[in-house]
């Protein structure tokens, strides 16, 4: 993959009749134009929730109860798409009526980088994130709540791990 190509794929990401990667806003129904200035930053936004999920499983001990947690979680994610959605998208150059034509899948995306080593590592990072959220939950002997959401926080990752393992063995029959 070349430098100035971007690696975004998955859900609302399509790319728009010049190749270029557009994000796709099913509430305004227009495509933003992610550039590669901006990937990080869209990245970032793009796994929010997720982001949102591991810091409560992380912090979920330092609240008092899981009422407060999930408050804490709540207004994370509030905030975080009020930002995303009135303050960032605005930034970004829009199409009005876009046509979700060419869809980017995350595997497509990692063998088109044709970086082997890379992958293998994300490989091995994913499984062992997925193995310490759960040993992370059980030591600090988690409710039913938060040891559900480190399984689930876990299997994602895992699920990660078995994307970026389909890729590799699709690169190695290249």
Same mark, same amino acid.
């Given at each position: 993959?070349?430098?100035?190509?971007?690696?975004?794929?998955?859900?609302?990401?399509?790319?728009?009749?010049?190749?270029?990667?557009?994000?796709?806003?099913?509430?305004?129904?227009?495509?933003?134009?992610?550039?590669?200035?901006?990937?990080?930053?869209?990245?970032?936004?793009?796994?929010?929730?997720?982001?949102?999920?591991?810091?409560?499983?992380?912090?979920?001990?330092?609240?008092?109860?899981?009422?407060?947690?999930?408050?804490?979680?709540?207004?994370?994610?509030?905030?975080?798409? &009020?930002?995303?959605?009135?303050?960032?998208?605005?930034?970004?150059?829009?199409?009005?009526?876009?046509?979700?034509?060419?869809?980017?899948?995350?595997?497509?995306?990692?063998?088109?980088?044709?970086?082997?080593?890379?992958? &293998?590592?994300?490989?091995?990072?994913?499984?062992?994130?997925?193995?310490? &959220?759960?040993?992370?939950? &059980?030591?600090?002997?988690?409710?039913?709540?938060?040891?559900?959401?480190?399984?689930?926080?876990?299997?994602?990752?895992?699920?990660?791990?078995?994307?970026?393992?389909?890729?590799?063995?699709?690169?190695?029959?290249?």
């Amino acid at each position: 993959m070349k430098k100035k190509d971007i690696n975004l794929a998955g859900t609302n990401i399509y790319l728009n009749r010049a190749g270029k990667t557009v994000y796709y806003n099913v509430f305004d129904k227009k495509g933003y134009i992610v550039g590669h200035k901006i990937e990080q930053k869209f990245r970032l936004f793009y796994y929010r929730y997720f982001i949102v999920i591991a810091l409560l499983v992380l912090l979920g001990d330092y609240f008092k109860t899981f009422g407060n947690t999930l408050l804490v979680g709540a207004v994370a994610v509030v905030i975080t798409e &009020i930002y995303f959605r009135k303050v960032f998208l605005k930034k970004l150059k829009s199409i009005n009526d876009f046509k979700r034509e060419r869809k980017v899948s995350k595997i497509e995306m990692i063998i088109k980088s044709e970086e082997k080593e890379k992958t &293998i590592m994300k490989i091995c990072a994913y499984i062992v994130l997925s193995v310490l &959220i759960v040993i992370n939950a &059980i030591q600090q002997n988690y409710n039913s709540a938060f040891m559900i959401l480190s399984i689930l926080a876990a299997v994602y990752a895992v699920y990660s791990a078995v994307i970026n393992g389909v890729a590799i063995s699709k690169m190695n029959g290249k």
